[in-house]
């Protein structure tokens, strides 16, 4: 199993251009989320799904997208790059009813100039 | 709201134990986990405690009250590699499984 991987692993975007980050999971997991990590502020949850179809608000939600079409993939999108989207964003998956270990992509690292 | 309170940096001395507190906010709260983070990767899930109590698992332990709303990580016999940051993460609203993370320790262990 490659477990979760995330697609791109580095991008550097100019502010107002759109990106779709990819998150791919092969555990059949039904819960996935998307974080991002900045430094001295951990890891805040911005969108996160409990299965095919679903998705819900995280904390820091706003100028952020996600789809949730197939089980295995999570997409995020940011229609309009911000200076302040410049981030290391991580996604996860867990089982359904998983109470405790959530599974990390190895992150992507985005800059918006 | 949810938050967490970690110390931001601890240090300590190979072959020493460190204990990493971290405390809570209580509306909806579920369970703690920690997860370690080394620099520039993913982070990995160390432990879980929905019950007061001390969970063991090699020389990771994990303790929770929840009466206090504090929690533990106590890393034992400590090695060069255990150095990286390390998170506590609230379960909140179990249907969702919705974790908040705190800010993390970095943890330095010297020689």
């Known amino acids: 199993n490659a477990g979760v991987t995330q697609t791109p692993k580095f991008r550097v975007l100019k502010t107002g251009q759109s990106m779709t980050l990819l998150c791919a999971q092969d555990?059949?997991?039904?819960?996935m989320y998307w974080y991002r990590q900045d430094p001295g502020m951990g890891l805040r949850l911005i969108h996160y799904?409990?299965?095919?179809?679903?998705?819900a608000k995280g904390e820091v939600p706003d100028g952020y997208n996600v789809s949730r079409l197939k089980k295995q993939n999570f997409l995020l999108g940011l229609e309009s790059a911000a200076p302040s989207q410049t981030s290391v964003y991580f996604c996860?998956?867990?089982?359904?009813?998983?109470?405790?270990?959530?599974?990390f992509g190895p992150g992507t690292r985005l800059t918006v100039l | 709201g949810q938050s967490l309170e970690q110390p931001s940096e601890v240090t300590a001395v190979e072959g020493a134990i460190v204990q990493i507190n971290c405390t809570y906010q209580?509306?909806?709260?579920?369970?703690l986990s920690w997860y370690q983070q080394h620099d520039g990767g993913a982070p990995t899930f160390l432990s879980y405690?929905?019950?007061?109590g001390l969970e063991e698992t090699g020389r990771f332990s994990s303790f929770l009250s929840r009466s206090d709303s504090y929690g533990y990580l106590l890393l034992q016999e400590l090695q060069m590699k255990d150095s990286a940051s390390y998170f506590c993460?609230?379960?909140?609203?179990?249907?969702?499984?919705?974790?908040?993370f705190g800010t993390g320790t970095l943890l330095a262990v010297q020689p």
């Open positions: 996860a998956s867990v089982e359904a009813g998983g109470a405790d270990t959530q599974y």
């Open positions: 555990m059949n997991h039904e819960y």
């Open positions: 799904s409990v299965g095919e179809g679903t998705t």
């Open positions: 209580t509306s909806g709260f579920y369970g």
């Open positions: 405690n929905a019950l007061d």
């Open positions: 993460a609230a379960l909140y609203g179990g249907a969702t499984n919705k974790l908040i």
